[in-house]
């Protein structure tokens, strides 16, 4: 267990330090992209770069799920909803050979979950699945709505109270009892079954994170063959809320101070919301901030910095001198205590994310 941990600890702080350069890659390329006319040939070599950097933030988000420090944005989802939108991806990355059935719960109570990664969840289970059964089968996706009382939830090690289940059942053959405690550790030798260890330590470690749990049925109850692997979330509120997807076009209007620890990170932002027409105020460091903050005439209508001590304290002290500024965290970090989900940006970030979330924020009615 302590080899578990301390391989959590190294996951979480890798992918925390390439967190930050991925985002100067990504934005530097937009950048870059944004500059180029259409047909320009160097626009191929910015294209892969971008490729790459996408690539290399899938890994890290991998690496944030086994460690517990990913940044989620949880929301009540329709599971149903974001199975039915994922059937036809998932046929295809299990193939032809293999039947996919849904039987999802009517009336299903909304999810309390990030959407982005559910839909890794539904990814990884159907690929450990396919493994299961390379002359083909059956793939069952069904949900069901629980309510667990204190001593059904003891069980699952989870608080009692409303839950959804998502269970993902194959008809391969079953999984070896004493295997089964280990399905989730990354690395361990196992038969083809379970060739997707880190795969299943990322559920595990996604599914914990957000208040919930996993477990594994093998083989399934009244067959000698199969296995169930049962991932069961927190319920939100009786009916799911659609997402918006809107982006606001118009240019804008406010003025930003932005601070943080990061110089590429920071001079990244401020070229974005300076290109967008935003009035920008750069930070050199905490003091400068601060003193900004208290010199500038005009009102500052949104801080962008990243948490820690030094960030904190530039958020408390600007939010003193001017109460009617927002604060933006811009973190690799899962989250800060008191803070609202929607004063997070998790890094890596792309330009179009940085602006809709600076949107979203300045665009609420200030207090």
């Not at 490729?51 to 989802?77: G, I, K, M, N, Y």
């Not at 900004?292 to 009102?299: D, T």
Request: aromatic share 2%; hydrophobic share 45%; glycine share 8%.
């Amino acid at each position: 267990m302590a080899t578990q941990d301390a391989l959590e600890r190294l996951a979480g702080g890798i992918a925390h330090d390439f967190d930050a350069l991925l985002t100067t890659i990504l934005g530097q390329a937009d950048t870059l992209g944004d500059c180029l006319s259409p047909g320009d040939p160097r626009t191929i070599q910015v294209t892969a770069i971008r490729r790459a950097a996408e690539r290399a933030c899938r890994l890290t988000q991998q690496l944030r799920a086994f460690s517990r420090t990913q940044t989620l944005a949880p929301t009540d989802v329709d599971l149903n909803a974001v199975i039915d939108r994922a059937r036809c991806t998932l046929q295809r990355v299990v193939g032809d050979g293999i039947e996919i059935r849904t039987e999802l719960a009517p009336g299903l109570r909304a999810a309390r979950a990030d959407v982005e990664q559910l839909q890794q969840i539904l990814y990884t289970l159907a690929v450990a699945a396919r493994d299961a059964m390379p002359d083909g089968g059956t793939l069952a996706i069904a949900t069901a709505s629980q309510a667990l009382t204190e001593a059904s939830a003891a069980a699952s090690g989870i608080g009692a109270g409303d839950y959804v289940d998502l269970a993902i059942t194959d008809s391969g053959a079953s999984i070896d009892r004493s295997i089964q405690p280990r399905l989730f550790e990354p690395f361990h030798e196992a038969p083809e079954r379970t060739r997707a260890g880190l795969g299943l330590a990322v559920v595990r470690g996604i599914v914990e994170q957000s208040g919930g749990s996993v477990f594994v049925e093998s083989p399934v109850r009244g067959s000698t063959t199969g296995s169930r692997v049962v991932v069961r979330l927190p319920a939100g509120r009786e009916t799911a809320e659609p997402a918006s997807h809107a982006i606001a076009t118009q240019r804008a209007a406010e003025t930003v101070l932005v601070a943080g620890d990061d110089g590429n990170v920071r001079a990244l932002i401020g070229d974005v919301l300076k290109r967008r027409g935003y009035q920008v105020l750069m930070a050199a460091d905490a003091w400068d901030a601060l003193r900004i903050a208290e010199r500038h005439e005009a009102p500052i209508d949104l801080l962008i910095t990243t948490p820690g001590t030094s960030g904190a304290a530039i958020a408390g002290a600007v939010r003193e001198q001017r109460p009617e500024t927002r604060v933006l965290f811009v973190s690799a970090s899962p989250g800060i205590d008191g803070m609202e989900p929607a004063a997070m940006l998790p890094q890596p970030f792309t330009p179009a994310a940085l602006v809709r979330k600076v949107r979203a924020i300045v665009a609420r009615e200030k207090p």
